[in-house]
Protein backbone atom coordinates (compact mmCIF):
# COMPACT_ATOMS: atom_id res chain seq x y z
CA UNK A 1 0.00 0.00 0.00
CA UNK A 2 1.35 3.20 -1.09
CA UNK A 3 -0.86 6.07 -0.74
CA UNK A 4 -5.17 6.81 -0.58
CA UNK A 5 -6.59 4.83 -3.63
CA UNK A 6 -6.80 7.17 -6.51
CA UNK A 7 -10.02 8.54 -7.05
CA UNK A 8 -11.87 7.17 -9.86
CA UNK A 9 -13.89 9.63 -11.78
CA UNK A 10 -17.46 8.75 -10.35
CA UNK A 11 -15.91 9.54 -7.04
CA UNK A 12 -16.37 13.04 -7.87
CA UNK A 13 -18.46 14.22 -5.48
CA UNK A 14 -21.80 15.80 -6.85
CA UNK A 15 -25.33 16.41 -5.22
CA UNK A 16 -27.46 14.44 -4.59
CA UNK A 17 -31.32 15.09 -3.66
CA UNK A 18 -32.14 13.58 0.00
CA UNK A 19 -28.26 13.47 0.62
CA UNK A 20 -28.06 16.90 -0.02
CA UNK A 21 -27.16 19.67 2.53
CA UNK A 22 -29.90 20.48 5.29
CA UNK A 23 -31.80 23.61 4.97
CA UNK A 24 -29.86 26.61 5.93
CA UNK A 25 -26.72 24.98 6.43
CA UNK A 26 -25.15 25.96 2.91
CA UNK A 27 -25.70 29.67 3.46
CA UNK A 28 -24.13 29.39 6.78
CA UNK A 29 -21.48 31.72 5.24
CA UNK A 30 -22.88 32.94 2.36
CA UNK A 31 -22.07 36.31 0.98
CA UNK A 32 -25.44 37.63 1.90
CA UNK A 33 -25.08 36.77 5.56
CA UNK A 34 -21.48 38.69 5.76
CA UNK A 35 -20.75 42.31 6.49
CA UNK A 36 -17.11 43.19 6.48
CA UNK A 37 -16.16 43.66 9.98
CA UNK A 38 -19.29 41.87 11.62
CA UNK A 39 -16.97 40.27 14.15
CA UNK A 40 -17.46 36.63 13.11
CA UNK A 41 -14.86 34.30 13.30
CA UNK A 42 -13.09 32.32 11.16
CA UNK A 43 -12.85 28.49 10.37
CA UNK A 44 -9.92 26.80 9.28
CA UNK A 45 -10.33 23.39 8.71
CA UNK A 46 -7.46 20.99 7.98
CA UNK A 47 -6.81 18.00 6.81
CA UNK A 48 -4.15 15.71 8.31
CA UNK A 49 -2.12 13.58 6.00
CA UNK A 50 -0.13 15.43 2.59
CA UNK A 51 -1.71 18.74 4.82
CA UNK A 52 0.03 19.17 8.15
CA UNK A 53 2.12 16.41 7.53
CA UNK A 54 3.91 16.00 4.18
CA UNK A 55 3.55 12.49 4.22
CA UNK A 56 0.58 10.14 4.53
CA UNK A 57 0.67 8.55 8.23
CA UNK A 58 -0.15 5.32 7.05
CA UNK A 59 2.54 4.82 4.87
CA UNK A 60 5.06 6.37 7.59
CA UNK A 61 3.62 3.82 10.10
CA UNK A 62 4.72 0.76 7.55
CA UNK A 63 8.55 1.55 8.24
CA UNK A 64 7.80 -0.49 11.91
CA UNK A 65 7.07 -3.41 9.67
CA UNK A 66 9.84 -5.54 9.74
CA UNK A 67 12.05 -5.28 6.37
CA UNK A 68 10.19 -1.50 6.30
CA UNK A 69 7.44 -3.30 3.80
CA UNK A 70 4.21 -5.03 4.38
CA UNK A 71 3.72 -8.99 2.70
CA UNK A 72 1.68 -9.27 -0.57
CA UNK A 73 -0.90 -10.95 1.41
CA UNK A 74 -1.34 -8.30 3.35
CA UNK A 75 -1.17 -5.15 -0.02
CA UNK A 76 -3.74 -7.99 -1.59
CA UNK A 77 -6.25 -7.82 0.97
CA UNK A 78 -7.31 -4.02 0.54
CA UNK A 79 -10.78 -3.92 -0.51
CA UNK A 80 -12.31 -0.76 -2.39
CA UNK A 81 -14.24 2.11 -0.31
CA UNK A 82 -12.26 -0.35 2.89
CA UNK A 83 -9.47 1.78 3.18
CA UNK A 84 -9.85 2.05 7.49
CA UNK A 85 -10.85 -1.63 7.13
CA UNK A 86 -7.51 -2.03 6.05
CA UNK A 87 -5.56 -0.16 8.39
CA UNK A 88 -6.73 -2.40 10.87
CA UNK A 89 -5.12 -5.17 9.33
CA UNK A 90 -2.72 -3.35 8.81
CA UNK A 91 -1.91 -2.50 12.75
CA UNK A 92 -3.17 -6.15 13.74
CA UNK A 93 -0.01 -7.81 11.48
CA UNK A 94 1.91 -4.93 13.23
CA UNK A 95 1.10 -6.32 16.45
CA UNK A 96 1.39 -9.43 15.67
CA UNK A 97 5.89 -8.52 14.48
CA UNK A 98 6.14 -7.49 18.08
CA UNK A 99 6.15 -3.30 16.62
CA UNK A 100 5.46 -1.52 20.23
CA UNK A 101 3.88 1.19 20.87
CA UNK A 102 6.78 3.08 21.11
CA UNK A 103 8.16 2.42 17.59
CA UNK A 104 4.63 3.25 16.16
CA UNK A 105 5.29 6.59 18.12
CA UNK A 106 8.84 7.45 17.09
CA UNK A 107 7.64 6.97 13.76
CA UNK A 108 4.32 9.53 13.71
CA UNK A 109 7.06 11.52 15.05
CA UNK A 110 9.20 11.98 12.42
CA UNK A 111 7.02 12.43 10.00
CA UNK A 112 7.61 16.21 8.47
CA UNK A 113 5.58 18.99 8.45
CA UNK A 114 4.27 20.39 4.74
CA UNK A 115 6.22 23.44 3.69
CA UNK A 116 5.71 26.68 5.71
CA UNK A 117 3.50 25.26 7.76
CA UNK A 118 4.85 26.33 10.95
CA UNK A 119 4.46 29.78 9.65
CA UNK A 120 0.97 29.18 8.81
CA UNK A 121 0.63 27.50 12.67
CA UNK A 122 2.63 30.76 13.90
CA UNK A 123 -0.15 32.99 12.02
CA UNK A 124 -2.80 31.30 13.51
CA UNK A 125 -2.13 31.13 17.04
CA UNK A 126 -1.40 35.08 16.96
CA UNK A 127 -4.59 35.70 15.81
CA UNK A 128 -6.35 33.11 17.77
CA UNK A 129 -9.64 35.90 18.32
CA UNK A 130 -10.23 35.46 14.75
CA UNK A 131 -9.31 32.23 13.46
CA UNK A 132 -11.01 28.53 15.26
CA UNK A 133 -9.33 25.48 13.94
CA UNK A 134 -10.06 22.09 13.45
CA UNK A 135 -8.77 19.00 11.56
CA UNK A 136 -10.83 16.64 10.08
CA UNK A 137 -8.81 13.83 8.91
CA UNK A 138 -9.38 10.03 8.07
CA UNK A 139 -6.07 8.99 9.78
CA UNK A 140 -6.62 8.14 13.48
CA UNK A 141 -6.45 9.77 16.67
CA UNK A 142 -3.42 7.98 17.98
CA UNK A 143 -1.62 9.31 14.47
CA UNK A 144 -2.79 13.06 14.85
CA UNK A 145 -2.74 13.48 18.70
CA UNK A 146 0.64 12.56 18.52
CA UNK A 147 2.34 14.17 15.92
CA UNK A 148 0.80 17.37 16.90
CA UNK A 149 1.57 17.15 20.73
CA UNK A 150 4.82 16.43 19.48
CA UNK A 151 4.78 19.24 17.39
CA UNK A 152 3.71 21.58 20.00
CA UNK A 153 0.47 22.34 17.91
CA UNK A 154 -2.26 20.65 19.52
CA UNK A 155 -3.68 23.71 21.58
CA UNK A 156 -4.19 24.91 18.17
CA UNK A 157 -7.33 22.78 17.55
CA UNK A 158 -10.36 23.13 19.07
CA UNK A 159 -11.51 19.33 17.89
CA UNK A 160 -9.83 16.96 16.16
CA UNK A 161 -12.78 14.74 13.80
CA UNK A 162 -10.65 11.64 12.80
CA UNK A 163 -11.49 7.54 13.04
CA UNK A 164 -11.40 6.89 16.99
CA UNK A 165 -7.94 5.04 18.10
CA UNK A 166 -6.44 3.35 20.92
CA UNK A 167 -3.74 0.71 21.86
CA UNK A 168 -5.45 -2.80 23.61
CA UNK A 169 -4.11 -5.01 26.07
CA UNK A 170 -1.92 -7.01 23.12
CA UNK A 171 -0.11 -3.88 22.03
CA UNK A 172 -2.46 -3.74 18.89
CA UNK A 173 -3.83 -0.42 18.22
CA UNK A 174 -7.56 -0.61 17.47
CA UNK A 175 -9.34 1.58 14.84
CA UNK A 176 -12.64 2.25 14.41
CA UNK A 177 -14.82 4.29 12.11
CA UNK A 178 -15.61 7.70 12.30
CA UNK A 179 -19.17 7.44 11.76
CA UNK A 180 -22.09 5.70 9.41
CA UNK A 181 -23.08 8.22 6.87
CA UNK A 182 -24.82 8.05 3.35
CA UNK A 183 -23.03 9.80 1.15
CA UNK A 184 -22.43 7.85 -1.86
CA UNK A 185 -18.95 9.63 -3.05
CA UNK A 186 -17.00 9.14 0.34
CA UNK A 187 -15.44 6.05 2.23
CA UNK A 188 -17.65 4.12 4.24
CA UNK A 189 -16.84 5.24 7.85
CA UNK A 190 -16.05 9.03 6.62
CA UNK A 191 -17.78 11.87 4.73
CA UNK A 192 -16.20 14.83 5.55
CA UNK A 193 -19.22 16.70 4.28
CA UNK A 194 -20.91 15.69 6.79
CA UNK A 195 -18.76 16.05 9.22
CA UNK A 196 -18.26 20.04 8.28
CA UNK A 197 -21.85 20.59 7.87
CA UNK A 198 -22.67 18.60 10.91
CA UNK A 199 -20.16 21.45 13.09
CA UNK A 200 -21.67 24.32 11.44
CA UNK A 201 -25.21 23.70 12.52
CA UNK A 202 -24.47 22.85 16.13
CA UNK A 203 -21.89 25.96 16.05
CA UNK A 204 -24.67 28.18 14.35
CA UNK A 205 -27.59 26.62 16.94
CA UNK A 206 -25.09 27.74 19.72
CA UNK A 207 -24.85 31.28 18.21
CA UNK A 208 -21.04 31.00 17.11
CA UNK A 209 -21.69 31.30 13.58
CA UNK A 210 -18.39 31.66 11.44
CA UNK A 211 -17.97 34.88 9.32
CA UNK A 212 -15.93 32.54 6.96
CA UNK A 213 -14.58 28.91 5.99
CA UNK A 214 -11.25 28.05 4.76
CA UNK A 215 -10.54 24.49 4.09
CA UNK A 216 -7.03 23.38 3.82
CA UNK A 217 -6.39 19.61 2.00
CA UNK A 218 -4.80 17.64 -0.40
CA UNK A 219 -6.96 14.75 -0.95
CA UNK A 220 -10.01 12.85 -3.31
CA UNK A 221 -11.72 13.33 0.22
CA UNK A 222 -11.62 16.59 1.01
CA UNK A 223 -13.66 17.41 -2.07
CA UNK A 224 -16.96 16.16 -0.62
CA UNK A 225 -16.65 18.58 2.38
CA UNK A 226 -15.85 21.87 0.22
CA UNK A 227 -19.21 21.62 -1.77
CA UNK A 228 -20.89 23.04 1.62
CA UNK A 229 -18.61 26.02 1.75
CA UNK A 230 -20.27 29.08 0.37
CA UNK A 231 -19.03 31.95 -2.21
CA UNK A 232 -17.49 34.15 0.94
CA UNK A 233 -15.30 30.74 1.65
CA UNK A 234 -11.87 29.53 0.17
CA UNK A 235 -10.69 25.89 -0.57
CA UNK A 236 -7.18 25.94 -0.85
CA UNK A 237 -5.78 23.10 -2.66
CA UNK A 238 -2.34 21.78 -2.28
CA UNK A 239 -0.93 22.03 -6.20
CA UNK A 240 -0.63 18.93 -7.96
CA UNK A 241 -2.61 16.56 -5.19
CA UNK A 242 -6.25 15.10 -6.46
CA UNK A 243 -8.32 17.61 -4.65
CA UNK A 244 -7.33 20.52 -6.39
CA UNK A 245 -7.17 18.72 -9.60
CA UNK A 246 -10.99 17.40 -8.54
CA UNK A 247 -12.63 20.69 -7.55
CA UNK A 248 -10.74 22.57 -10.28
CA UNK A 249 -12.70 20.40 -13.42
CA UNK A 250 -15.53 20.39 -11.13
CA UNK A 251 -15.54 23.98 -10.91
CA UNK A 252 -14.90 24.10 -14.90
CA UNK A 253 -17.59 21.79 -15.35
CA UNK A 254 -20.89 23.15 -13.37
CA UNK A 255 -23.45 25.66 -14.67
CA UNK A 256 -23.04 29.48 -14.04
CA UNK A 257 -23.85 30.28 -11.62
CA UNK A 258 -23.38 27.10 -9.44
CA UNK A 259 -26.04 25.70 -8.08
CA UNK A 260 -27.47 26.58 -4.53
CA UNK A 261 -26.78 22.91 -3.48
CA UNK A 262 -23.58 20.75 -4.55
CA UNK A 263 -21.81 23.20 -6.74
CA UNK A 264 -18.64 24.35 -6.09
CA UNK A 265 -19.02 28.38 -4.53
CA UNK A 266 -15.93 28.65 -2.63
CA UNK A 267 -13.04 30.42 -4.55
CA UNK A 268 -9.83 27.64 -5.17
CA UNK A 269 -6.98 29.41 -4.13
CA UNK A 270 -3.72 26.31 -4.73
CA UNK A 271 -1.15 26.20 -2.49
CA UNK A 272 2.97 24.80 -2.28
CA UNK A 273 3.51 26.27 1.16
CA UNK A 274 1.70 27.11 4.35
CA UNK A 275 3.16 31.02 3.76
CA UNK A 276 1.41 31.14 0.92
CA UNK A 277 -1.75 30.46 2.63
CA UNK A 278 -0.34 33.04 5.40
CA UNK A 279 -0.13 35.60 2.82
CA UNK A 280 -3.99 35.24 2.18
CA UNK A 281 -5.48 35.47 5.52
CA UNK A 282 -3.04 38.35 6.50
CA UNK A 283 -5.19 40.10 3.58
CA UNK A 284 -8.17 39.05 4.86
CA UNK A 285 -7.59 39.96 8.53
CA UNK A 286 -6.60 43.41 7.24
CA UNK A 287 -9.86 43.91 5.22
CA UNK A 288 -12.44 42.99 7.72
MG1 LIG B 1 -4.73 14.35 2.92
ZN1 LIG C 1 -19.13 12.67 1.16
Known amino acids: MS ?5 PPSETPGIGGERGLAPGVVSHCGSKMV ?3 DGGRFLVVFDFDETLVNESSDDAVVRTAPGQV ?6 ASYREGQYNEQMQRVMAYLAQQGVAESAIRTEIQRIPETPGLSALLDFLRAHAEDFECVVMSDANSYFIETWLQHAGARPLFSEIFTNPAHFDPSGRLVLMPHHDHSCPYCPDNMCKRRILSDFLERRGQAGGRYQRVFYVGDGANDVCPCLVLGDADVAFTRRGFPMHRILTHKQQQQQEPPQAEGGVRASIQPWSSGQEIVEYLQKIVQER
Open 3 to 7: HRRPP
Open 35 to 37: TPG
Open 70 to 75: LPDWLK
